[in-house]
């Protein structure tokens, strides 16, 4: 399986980006589909999540202002950010989870929120 992250890029404070990262390959339920981040001299952190059933969980620090969603069809997930801050500005990576594995990694997309 490989992963296909797209739709980092440079923003302004309140600004909004969509990433998504698309699977290729065979993908096996159930599974998990994450994005991670890693802003600059941090560790890297767990920002949304969502399984094959639909089940989302979210960093505390973007409730309400990201939402995850995947198209199975697809087999690609979607970060749609809004009202994005300086401190969203991170290297966001996307992961493919099995069982609790990770099964593929994609490349990183920076995400830099800027006046």
């Known amino acids: 399986v490989q992963l296909q992250a797209s739709g980092g890029g440079s923003v302004q404070p309140g600004g909004s980006l969509r990433l998504s990262c698309a699977a290729s390959?065979?993908?096996?339920?159930?599974?998990?589909l994450i994005w991670y981040r890693r802003a600059p001299g941090k560790q890297r952190e767990l920002a949304a999540s969502?399984?094959?059933?639909?089940?989302?969980n979210y960093a505390d620090s973007v409730k309400g202002r990201f939402t995850i969603s995947r198209d199975n069809a697809k087999n690609t997930v979607f970060l749609q950010m809004n009202s994005l801050k300086p401190e969203d500005t991170a290297v966001y990576s996307c992961?493919?989870?099995?069982?609790?594995?990770?099964?593929?990694w994609g490349q990183g997309t920076l995400v830099t929120v800027s006046s």
């Open positions: 992961v493919l989870m099995h069982w609790g594995q990770p099964v593929a």
């Open positions: 390959g065979s993908i096996f339920s159930p599974n998990t």
């Open positions: 969502i399984s094959s059933d639909g089940r989302t």
